[in-house]
């Protein structure tokens, strides 16, 4: 089903922003067993808090779009655009493990897709109210939550890490209730598709393969039209999942990120970073650092991120199994995730060090680093970004201020200056500050920009947006955003409700 999407509101005599956009909702017409029909909340006295006119042209929106307030209205769930079709979608999952059951969109809202000049998009606001999988809650997101998201999708994008994306935050005064009261936002959220991995969970446990088959046919043909032509398409599909969510973790690992509640209803089938909650840019390096105070156990550790993919690609095998119909098939393609990673992330760390080849000794000299920044407890962002400036002959003083143990230090920098003493000195360093970004959205950044948007100062938040946006880039003037974190940052408690 295709409508004009018309952004006009002709009450107001506003030319569309849009002419000739469509509407498309295609996840909707898949059938009542996959969502429920609903119209968001209103929020009184909508404001806006962030917006993200980058993103907007890039959906082909004119900047207008993002001014107007109709859109202020609109994107709070206050007005509907023309040609929308609000949905919630229902899936199910495994929550640190243990199987939760049903689950579903507790607080977003679908509202259809717009067809853009890079294929169709999504647009889900994420805080507009309860829905009928909302488990007793009430379907707000607040402003601390809502900013920490919008800025780190955009931020990951930066970084060329796949992830969903942001179009704008609006706030409200309305309070709801957290640990402590807090005020209300809503965050528009831009993707391909808001597909999880429990969504498959969810039929293949409830024994409905009818509506597993539609959903992953949907998947196929969608997203991966070259399953189709394979032999075994379902066992296709698995593996291409498997070979994007590799990927995605590897780039997760290499610029130092926790997502911090990799729940299967928190992994993308389209191997985007999905649902940032508890999430954390390493500071000190360590590998077993657990950014989400509500993981007691450690399940989401920076160190175990990796074998957690793994853990849910099966879970989602598992799910599909009754479609692959062959065990042997289902593992194969599972097999993948565990060659594609560890390449991926041996290529991404020879980017970081300025390898531009592959030699004998490489993943000796990448362990041997990752061992160092750990006993020293070195700023990761930090550290990458000084040994830019290192070559075989200079730069180490700034490399070398970082560590407390010399010898150690010194030992490393003999190992690395000899790996690298016949490169080629201008094309390893623009590979190096190519992946080595100077910015990250670490705690206490996105902490006052938090602050401040609390009493409607939202100059912090634009920005952060501006310089995680290019994250490679020097910025002349924000330094600051690129130092040390203050002592204070540690204390930053950051949970599942964040």
């Not at 209205?73 to 640190?96: C, K, R």
């Not at 829905?131 to 990951?156: H, K, N, Q, W």
């Not at 006993?375 to 550290?383: E, H, L, P, Q, R």
Request: net charge negative.
């Amino acid at each position: 089903m295709t409508t004009a999407f018309d952004t006009s509101f002709a009450a107001t005599g506003h030319p569309p922003a849009a002419p000739g956009r469509q509407w498309v909702n295609s996840f909707s017409a898949l059938g009542p067993e996959f969502h429920t029909r609903l119209e968001p909340r209103p929020l009184a006295s909508p404001y806006w808090v962030g917006r993200n006119h980058a993103l907007a042209r890039e959906l082909g929106l004119e900047d207008s779009w993002l001014e107007s307030a109709e859109m202020l209205d609109a994107l709070t769930g206050n007005q509907p655009l023309p040609g929308a079709s609000p949905i919630a979608s229902v899936y199910s999952g495994h929550q640190f493990g243990t199987w939760a059951g049903q689950l579903g969109d507790g607080r977003a809202i679908l509202l259809g897709e717009i067809e853009t000049r890079s294929g169709c998009q999504e647009i889900q606001l994420k805080g507009a109210g309860p829905t009928p999988y909302s488990r007793m809650g009430d379907g707000r997101a607040v402003l601390r939550s809502s900013i920490r998201e919008f800025l780190c999708s955009e931020a990951m994008h930066g970084l060329g890490i796949p992830t969903t994306r942001a179009l704008c935050v609006t706030g409200s005064d309305a309070p709801v209730r957290r640990e402590e009261i807090e005020t209300a936002a809503v965050v528009t959220r831009i993707a391909p598709s808001f597909i999880r991995f429990g969504h498959f969970e969810h039929f293949a446990h409830r024994n409905q393969l009818a509506q597993l088959k539609t959903l992953a046919d949907y998947v196929i043909d969608r997203f991966y039209p070259d399953c189709r032509q394979a032999a075994h398409p379902y066992a296709a599909l698995l593996q291409a999942v498997s070979e994007r969510t590799a990927h995605m973790a590897a780039a997760w690992q290499a610029v130092g990120f926790c997502h911090g509640v990799m729940n299967t209803d928190n992994m993308s089938i389209l191997g985007l970073t999905i649902d940032y909650g508890p999430f954390q840019f390493l500071d000190a390096f360590d590998p077993g650092h657990i950014c989400n105070h509500s993981d007691e156990q450690g399940r989401y550790a920076y160190n175990r991120q990796p074998n957690m993919a793994y853990w849910n690609l099966f879970c989602l095998g598992q799910a599909l199994l009754p479609l692959i119909d062959d065990q042997e098939h289902a593992l194969a393609a599972l097999g993948s995730y565990k060659t594609v990673f560890p390449g991926a992330l041996q290529a991404r760390m020879r980017a970081k060090l300025g390898l531009v080849d592959e030699r004998g000794g490489d993943t000796e000299l990448i362990e041997d680093t990752f061992r160092l920044l750990a006993a020293n407890k070195v700023d990761y962002t930090i550290f990458w970004r000084r040994l830019c400036g290192f070559t075989a002959q200079s730069g180490h003083e700034p490399v070398r201020d970082l560590f407390f143990d010399l010898e150690s230090f010194n030992a490393w920098a003999l190992q690395y200056s000899d790996r690298i003493r016949h490169a080629d000195g201008a094309q390893r360093a623009d590979l190096m500050l190519k992946h080595n970004p100077k910015y990250v959205l670490r705690n206490h950044l996105g902490e006052e920009a938090i602050q401040a948007a609390k009493l409607k100062d939202f100059s912090k938040v634009d920005t952060l947006l501006t310089v995680l946006q290019s994250p490679f880039e020097e910025h002349p003037g924000h330094d600051s955003l690129a130092g040390f974190p203050p002592d204070w940052a540690a204390s930053i408690a950051i949970s599942c409700s964040s």
